[in-house]
């Protein structure tokens, strides 16, 4: 056991060799070809604001909501919030309950939007992972979800 903790030890003195960088890889592959989809199908939103618009498809939330299921402070969720409002895509209203809270919902052009990203990303994500057989894609998405589970209890 202690050889196996040492040959990882000794692989990560290169940056090329550590999991983040493949990681970030990934990420940068599958978020490029996003792009690219979404840049050619005329849809303008910075990278910010695109969780949004995915949370909000399925339910209206508060933006103390977005902000904690984003992992993003207030003030960036308002940002995004009011440029997606600017834009049309979303409308903000006092909760009737808790006069305090704004309630963020999606406009029928925010739900059309929504729908046609999710169309692109599945379109996205089978584009790249189509270098995978059918069995990788499955092994490779239990892996990943068990490792990001895992990284939830820290």
């Known amino acids: 056991m202690e050889k196996d903790k040492t040959d990882f030890n000794t692989s990560r003195?290169?940056?090329?060799?550590?999991?983040?960088?493949?990681?970030?890889r990934m990420k940068r592959t599958i978020f490029r070809h996003t792009n690219a989809l979404m840049n050619e199908a005329?849809?303008?939103?910075?990278?910010?604001?695109?969780?949004?618009?995915?949370?909000?498809?399925?339910d209206s939330r508060s933006q103390r909501e977005l902000s904690d299921i984003t992992m993003r402070d207030k003030s960036s969720?308002?940002?995004?919030?009011?440029?997606?409002?600017?834009?049309g895509l979303v409308v903000v209203k006092k909760d009737k309950g808790d006069k305090r809270?704004?309630?963020?919902?999606?406009?029928?052009?925010?739900?059309d939007l929504a729908k046609n990203i999710r169309i692109?990303?599945?379109?996205?994500?089978?584009?790249v992972l189509a270098v995978f057989s059918v069995k990788e894609r499955s092994e490779a998405l239990?892996?990943?979800?068990?490792?990001?589970?895992?990284?939830?209890?820290?």
């Not at 290169?14 to 970030?24: G, T, V």
């Not at 239990?142 to 820290?154: E, N, P, S």
């Open 13 to 24: 003195e290169n940056i090329s060799d550590s999991f983040f960088f493949q990681i970030h």
């Open 77 to 87: 969720i308002l940002r995004s919030i009011n440029a997606l409002e600017k834009k």
């Open 142 to 154: 239990q892996t990943i979800r068990g490792y990001a589970d895992k990284l939830d209890t820290l």
């Open 120 to 127: 692109l990303m599945n379109r996205a994500e089978d584009e």
């Open 101 to 111: 809270k704004n309630i963020v919902s999606l406009t029928d052009e925010g739900i």
């Open 42 to 58: 005329g849809i303008t939103l910075q990278l910010e604001q695109l969780p949004l618009i995915m949370i909000l498809q399925s």
